[in-house]
């Protein structure tokens, strides 16, 4: 009965390096979330998928940052040459995308850029 | 633009008392609307939750209310125990807009034993 299962938990990255963060969905789930909490600040949403496909990514900073989510494999969120305002809990959740369910988080990845 | 507010950042309450946290929205086409609870270092965790079709929802210690007209909704946490001191978030969606959730910036709950 795995949840949502991100990895790695921590990751360090000098400015200029890519960072790739893993999230794989709980079994069953289908809609992928990707959010970004700064030190001090809530959860900003910045993608949404579902298999294949973005469905909105209007959270997402227009340069250096991508995601995907393939029809096999976990949901990857690609952050490259990551600046030090990169440094940042990112957090994953998963649902079904039926009407009116919940969406489940993982542990989130915290990633220091120095 | 922020469509879920939290306007609290902190709140501090005595053990075995109540805890209302409070959240408001701006957009009327919200219809689910969710609480989160978020310990340091943890990825946050689901709650409770309540549909636009009521105004009120139980479980446990925990019940949520919603006012569609006043666009608010809250959190109330009878009795407070010292385990639910954590950073509370809410959270709405919308059916139609394909199931995203959009998130308030958390209110700091500490329950004093």
């Known amino acids: 009965n795995a949840g949502v299962m991100q990895n790695p938990r921590h990751l360090v990255r000098r400015r200029g390096q890519e960072a790739r963060l893993r999230c794989s969905p709980m079994k069953g789930h289908s809609h992928v979330y990707w959010y970004r909490q700064l030190p001090e600040e809530g959860l900003k949403f910045m993608v949404y998928?579902?298999?294949?496909?973005?469905?909105?990514e209007s959270g997402m900073p227009k340069e250096r940052f991508s995601a995907e989510f393939p029809k096999e494999g976990p949901s990857i969120l690609r952050i490259q040459q990551v600046v030090r305002g990169d440094s940042a809990a990112y957090f994953c959740?998963?649902?079904?995308?039926?009407?009116?369910?919940?969406?489940?988080f993982g542990q989130g990845t915290r990633l220091t850029v120095v | 633009d922020q469509q879920v507010k939290q306007n609290s950042p902190s709140l501090s309450v005595q053990e075995g008392r109540i805890s209302i946290l409070n959240c408001d929205y701006t957009?009327?086409?919200?219809?689910?609307f969710l609480w989160y609870k978020k310990y340091p270092a943890e990825g946050p965790t689901f709650l409770i939750s309540?549909?636009?079709?009521?105004d009120k929802n139980e479980d446990g210690r925990f019940t949520v209310f919603l006012n569609k007209s006043a666009k608010h909704l809250s959190l109330h946490i009878v009795p407070s125990q010292p385990g639910d001191s954590a950073v509370y978030f809410c959270?709405?969606?919308?059916?139609?807009?394909?199931?995203?959730?959009?998130f308030g910036t958390g209110t700091s709950l500490t329950v004093i034993p």
């Open positions: 309540i549909s636009s079709i009521k």
């Open positions: 957009n009327s086409m919200f219809d689910y």
């Open positions: 998928l579902q298999k294949e496909n973005i469905i909105d």
């Open positions: 959270a709405a969606s919308a059916t139609g807009t394909g199931n995203q959730f959009y």
């Open positions: 959740a998963s649902s079904r995308g039926i009407m009116n369910t919940e969406a489940f």
